[in-house]
């Protein structure tokens, strides 16, 4: 049972576009989310969070937007740069916040 | 500020055999979670320590056992290896009983043949 979907195995964007990817989930005791850059061979970077009482969170590039009443959350990242190319997590937490649970991740490739 | 380091980086073990991997957290940070991931997959969680006491555990055998020493630094030990168990072990740090962003270390490659 997949509480955390992220159902785009991969997206290639054009350098400078708008990058969204999505993920949903289906806990309804998740009350906070976040996204995770990994690179190849090393461990997973924390780009940014929400908590369930928010709909949007920015920071520079990246923006979080949360949809509860759909369980869904995306993430976009404007304009996207050719070092945005990475695996993005989507992970998500309950009251407590003691276990994160992922997503099978999206691999994002942006093209110069 | 050092973020949170593990050792060894690659680590090759047969079946059968036991293994320790270890984890230092983040400066400031007081709980340690540990997740494995697998080949396409996101990671899945193992436990977490806070206080040198196991906090909260996933679906995981009893195999996989933990410890935490009073300078927060944490070992994951694996015990009877099989070769379902070769994956990447990721290390997380984060803040107080309640911190909810976690913080991720480059992780060990172990791989059981």
């Known amino acids: 049972d997949q509480q955390v979907k992220q159902n785009s195995p991969s997206l290639s964007v054009q350098e400078g576009r708008i990058s969204i990817l999505n993920c949903d989930y289906t806990?309804?005791?998740?009350?906070?989310f976040l996204w995770y850059k990994k690179y190849p061979a090393e461990g997973p970077t924390f780009l940014i969070s929400?908590?369930?009482?928010?709909d949007k969170n920015e920071d520079g590039r990246f923006t979080v937007f949360l949809n509860k009443s759909a369980k869904h959350l995306s993430l976009h990242i404007v304009p996207s740069q050719p070092g945005d190319s990475a695996v993005y997590f989507c992970?998500?937490?309950?009251?407590?916040?003691?276990?994160?649970?992922f997503g099978s991740g999206t691999q994002l490739t942006v093209l110069p | 500020d050092a973020g949170v380091t593990q050792s060894p980086t690659h680590l090759i073990k047969t079946r059968g055999q036991q293994v320790t991997l270890r984890c230092s957290p983040k400066s400031g940070h007081d709980t340690v979670s540990w997740y494995q991931q697998a080949l396409g997959q996101g990671p899945q969680f193992i436990f977490q320590y806070y206080e040198e006491e196991e906090r909260q555990r996933g679906n995981f055998p009893d195999r996989f056992s933990g410890h935490q020493f009073p300078n927060y630094s944490s070992e994951l030990n694996v015990n009877a290896l099989l070769l379902g168990d070769s994956a990447l072990y990721l290390c997380?740090?984060?803040?107080?009983?309640?911190?909810?962003?976690?913080?991720f270390g480059p992780g060990t490659r172990l791989l059981v043949l």
């Open positions: 929400i908590s369930s009482i928010k």
């Open positions: 806990n309804s005791m998740f009350d906070y």
């Open positions: 997380a740090s984060s803040p107080g009983a309640l911190g909810e962003t976690q913080y």
């Open positions: 992970a998500a937490s309950a009251p407590g916040g003691r276990q994160l649970t």
